[in-house]
């Protein structure tokens, strides 16, 4: 009797789920796929909430601050007392030696009340009470020659437009010093807080993922479903010319089309995208050939459906699944290609916060400064890790015949 | 099967032509007059005229296309815009840089990837499955790039075992060799201080290099391995009272197909891919050759160069199908 019910139970369990719930429910059963997902979306809150997030304005320039550590690093932040005239020399040849460089750094703390009794909290931790510092700061005249650059309102955020109606309130070089700022993960070689820009480089990343996967994503889905519905000479024309653009190595033909669009960060994404599109082309075309083949579309097609009916409600419908993997695996590459175009120089250019031009700008510092490099290459393995957990949790998940 | 490879090696033919035609093309798209990149920026408009004049640069884009064809059947590359050397000349100092570096870093690849895949198949679930899956995870979300600072800044600045860069030590004189195939030609000759000095330096853009398909590899090899371990007739041989050792070595054999495919993929696109690693070690091949070329224009070197590169490609790509052969009797041709 018992089992009589159960059975009825799992019957009507079975019937109410739809496709979409049993592959969200096995993707959720999948622990590294959550993980992926926790990830991402922390990932895209960040970059979501990056003016909140970040501390500084990410190519703000904190004159006197080059090459900070972070303050929890390495085995040199010993307490040092040294002399002022040492510390003078070393903030200007910003960080030729992290030691001499850690030895102003703690040096200048003696001057941190001076400070904090100019300008308030200084501290510039939480976003919100920044702008407002920099401008006690500049009202106080300050003698801590913390400058601010007026020449990124390009680049920089609405929060921080305040920046750059400030008038240079710094000194001469020679006046530079630490300032008493806190910076999580330190600053780069230029003086620019390091965590800040990783946070806005989020942004840049997933635009990239977005922006590029969605022009691979739109030509590609288009191009297979032609080739795969129609088949014949189109097939043939559109697939043979995949094959050419997929005998190209993938990010040798980024660079060439980058080399003809010019350099920057829209022409590198139009670049990555248009190498993405073979790989869904192929993808999309495989899944029509073999679902056209099905039973309810050749029953679509007796009841007097045209090819757009066809194509748009029942082709393309069944042939998402193996689309979805290769959208989420293919921002992952997206964002991995752009960083190396970004390092190479050919795609976003240098001020601008993402991951792959920090790596490459952080080269010149690589020995005396090694958090510069060390923390962009984490966050794009974050990022795309994320992606490519949740892509094989996908894979899983949404093709239940695979067995685990 | 000889027919095959005949008929396959002449089937390269219309893919280099529509190849050359793709690359002519796309470099003829680059913006820059090579007029003046050649002889820079203060020159007079007649110098300019005259130069143009003198490389056909004025003629129809077929026309050109025409006389680069039958200039590259002779193997005439023409000669660098900036440098003035043959292209070709060039050519020979760098694909043997980026050969060995490849070939380096695929057995690399091969071996530790290969490895790892098959002892996390035998032992599924693991904790040496584990270990391994994530570091292939790891392997393959991680910029190449990066990863070549890291090894940089570990064995080379931290632990000061390893150079930085180049291939070989600044006071080896590479004229005392005679090809550019450091490492191959010292240990043949038995110049062991130049080998070892030409070893040290590839480590690690090799590991650098082979990181990737090392994970890819591994990924692949433990999948497909797992997949023809649930196959039934898998089944059958070990209910027929087969180890599973025995069983295993049958399943590694059928595995080796997919394996072998993402082998021949992976080491085709190495020698692309080696512009990045070749740019963080410095190492004087055909990736960061061909880079510097399209930074600077020097559209000679960029069409030579991703010529060569998609010739291998197309090469390597071959010699993978041809393998199924070896691998699978089924498969004929």
């Known amino acids: 009797m018992k089992s009589k019910e159960n059975q009825k139970e799992i019957v009507k369990k079975a019937n109410k789920s739809s496709l979409i719930e049993d592959a969200w429910k096995r993707l959720l059963r999948n622990r590294l796929a959550v993980l992926g ?210 005998s190209f190595p993938y990010i040798l033909l980024a660079i060439f089309i980058v080399a003809i669009l010019g350099r920057g960060l829209p022409n590198a994404m139009i670049a990555i995208g248009i190498v993405g599109i073979p790989r869904f082309a192929r993808v999309v075309r495989g899944q029509v050939l073999s679902v056209k083949e099905e039973e309810y579309v050749m029953a679509a097609k007796t009841m007097g459906a045209n090819n757009f009916w066809l194509i748009s409600r029942h082709i393309f419908v069944n042939s998402l699944s193996p689309l979805i993997v290769q959208t989420t695996m293919s921002f992952a590459t997206a964002i991995l290609n752009a960083a190396a175009l970004g390092f190479l120089g050919l795609g976003a250019q240098a001020p601008t916060p993402e991951w792959g031009v920090m790596l490459s700008d952080a080269r010149s510092a690589m020995l005396t400064a090694p958090w510069i490099i060390t923390f962009p290459g984490i966050a794009i393995i974050f990022s795309v890790l994320g992606f490519n957990l949740l892509g094989d949790g996908l894979r899983d998940s949404l093709d239940p015949r695979q067995k685990r | 099967m000889l027919r095959y490879i005949i008929k396959r090696l002449l089937y390269i033919i219309p893919v280099l032509l529509i190849m050359s035609f793709l690359i002519f093309g796309m470099v003829d798209l680059i913006p820059g007059d090579p007029a003046q990149i050649m002889l ?197 041989a070990r209910a027929k009272g087969l180890k599973f050792r025995d069983v295993f070595v049958h399943a590694i054999k059928n595995a080796a197909i997919p394996i072998t495919t993402v082998f021949g993929m992976q080491f085709g696109r190495l020698m692309a891919g080696a512009v990045l690693t070749e740019t963080v070690f410095a190492w004087p091949g055909m990736g960061k050759w061909l880079l510097d070329g399209i930074l600077q224009r020097d559209f000679p070197v960029v069409i030579g160069a991703t010529l060569t590169v998609t010739f291998l490609f197309v090469l390597v790509n071959l010699v993978t199908d041809l393998t199924y052969s070896l691998l699978d009797p089924r498969i004929k041709y």
């Open chain 1, 37 to 246: 997902m926790i990830m991402l979306a922390l990932l895209v809150l960040v970059a979501i909430f990056a003016p909140i997030i970040a501390p500084f304005d990410p190519v703000k320039i904190h004159f006197g601050d080059e090459g900070v550590p972070p303050t929890w690093w390495g085995p040199e932040e010993t307490e040092q007392s040294q002399p002022a005239a040492v510390e003078e020399e070393s903030t200007v040849q910003n960080n030729q030696q992290s030691t001499t460089d850690q030895g102003s750094w703690t040096s200048g703390e003696s001057e941190q009340e001076n400070k904090q009794a100019q300008s308030g909290s200084d501290s510039g931790w939480s976003s919100g009470s920044e702008p407002a510092t920099e401008e006690s700061q500049s009202s106080g005249g300050s003698s801590t020659g913390s400058w601010t650059s007026s020449s990124d309102s390009s680049t920089s955020d609405d929060a921080f437009k305040q920046d750059t109606t400030q008038g240079q309130t710094g000194k001469k070089a020679s006046d530079r010093q630490r300032s008493d700022n806190f910076y999580l993960l330190g600053t780069d070689q230029m003086g620019r807080d390091l965590f800040s820009r990783i946070v806005y480089g989020a942004r840049l990343s997933l635009m990239v993922g977005f922006v590029s996967v969605g022009i691979s994503l739109f030509v590609g889905t288009f191009l297979g479903l032609v080739s795969g519905f129609y088949g014949g000479k189109i097939d043939t024309l559109i697939m043979r010319f995949m094959d050419i653009l997929l």
């Open chain 2, 40 to 236: 820079g920026q203060h020159v007079s408009e007649e110098a300019l005229e005259a130069a143009r004049e003198r490389m056909g640069l004025d003629d129809p884009f077929l026309v050109r296309y025409g006389r680069f064809l039958t200039d590259i059947v002779r193997l005439d590359f023409g000669e660098s815009l900036i440098s003035k050397r043959p292209v070709a000349t060039v050519l020979k100092e760098k694909l043997p840089a980026t050969i060995e570096l490849s070939t380096f870093a695929m057995i690399y690849a091969l071996l530790v990837g290969g490895l790892a895949g098959v002892i996390s198949a035998w032992k599924q679930n693991s904790i040496f499955d584990y270990i391994s899956i994530t570091i292939a995870l790891f392997g393959i979300s991680m910029p190449i790039y990066w990863l070549g600072f890291m090894l940089i800044l570990f064995f080379a600045v931290f632990l000061n075992i390893l150079p930085t860069a180049g291939r070989l030590a600044a006071e080896i004189d590479p004229a005392s060799l005679q090809t550019h195939f450091y490492l191959i030609e010292s240990l043949v000759t038995g110049k062991w201080e130049i080998f070892r000095s030409a070893a040290k330096h590839i480590i690690l853009p090799g590991i650098a290099l082979g990181t990737i398909p090392m994970a890819i590899i591994a990924r692949m090899t433990r999948s497909s391995l797992l997949d023809v371990l649930r196959q039934d007739y898998m089944r059958t």
